[in-house]
């Protein structure tokens, strides 16, 4: 589990300010949604804590450590498509995660350390409901499998944080359906911290324990990237209290917890 601070942060791209300001603090093992108009710099939000963009200004830190400037075990990322390598199978995809997360220095695993990491994969493999496909390419999956074959590899590196950038946003609602019921439990079990890039309200408000909308709140029509977004709405999910979600008000923690 681990808790980031964004501090100060803004993202500037030549004169165009995308992040204005950012200051936020997620909690250990919080499963955080991330919402807002196309464009508004949410992915930008995600590269950042995933290492692989730098704030112009401010700092992001990662259980009080400033975040390292590259992408590492410590956070994995799943996005909406192309995450998974075509030529390997089930197994070889999982396995490559293994083996870039123990082995720093030699690409590939061997002996009983490599049996060892088949075991593991064979049982995250499992755990996405994946192991009657082990042996197959990814051309042989299924959108929905493909996904659930990403989410395998992103946790295969065991990582603290667990970036979702629209994860589901290419399956059909049926296949998004059994994802949001394969990724809550996980979730629940491995204790991550998750944050997850959504357009979809209802996934968003069904999966997270936190709902952040970044926005512009200010427009200079004379120079559309003068400003950039904040968060304009921030909701704990885990207090009670009325909540709206799409026009009505979510019920009670403990009428939730009944159903
Ligand atoms: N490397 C870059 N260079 C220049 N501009 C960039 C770069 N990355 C992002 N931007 C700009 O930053 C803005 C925010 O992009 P971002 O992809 O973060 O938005 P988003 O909220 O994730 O959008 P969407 O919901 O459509 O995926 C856009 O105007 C985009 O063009």
């Excluded at 975040?67 to 590492?72: I, K, T, Y």
């Excluded at 944050?195 to 324990?209: N, P, R, S, W």
Aim: proline share 7%.
């Amino acid at each position: 589990m681990s808790a980031i601070s964004v501090r100060g942060v803004w993202v500037e791209f030549g004169d165009q300010i995308v992040i204005e300001n950012l200051n936020l603090d997620i909690a250990s093992g919080s499963f955080v949604s991330v919402v807002g108009p196309s464009g508004c710099g949410k992915s930008t939000f995600l590269r950042l804590v995933l290492g692989q963009d730098r704030p112009t200004r401010g700092a992001l830190l990662l259980d009080g450590r400033p975040l390292p400037d590259e992408p590492d075990a410590d956070r994995g990322v799943v996005f909406q498509r192309y995450s998974v390598f075509p030529h390997l199978t089930v197994l070889g995809n999982v396995l490559a995660a293994y083996e870039l997360g123990q082995s720093r220095f030699a690409a590939r695993l061997f002996g009983a350390k490599r049996r060892a990491a088949i075991e593991q994969a064979d049982e995250l493999i499992a755990s996405v409901g994946l192991a009657p496909h082990r042996a197959k390419y990814p051309s042989a999956l299924s959108g929905g499998m493909q996904q659930r074959l990403a989410i395998a590899q992103a946790l295969a590196k065991n990582p603290k944080v667990l970036l979702l950038d629209e994860p589901f946003g290419a399956l059909d609602p049926g296949t998004r359906a059994q994802m949001h019921a394969l990724l809550k439990p996980l979730w629940a079990r491995l204790g991550m911290t998750v944050i997850m890039v959504t357009h979809d309200l209802k996934e968003a408000f069904g999966l997270g324990t936190r709902v952040i909308a970044f926005d512009k709140t200010r427009h200079d029509p004379q120079a559309p990237g003068r400003f950039g977004a904040r968060v304009t709405y921030d909701l704990d999910l885990t207090r009670d209290g009325p909540v709206p979600v799409l026009g009505a008000l979510r019920p009670p923690a403990e009428a939730r917890a009944a159903q």
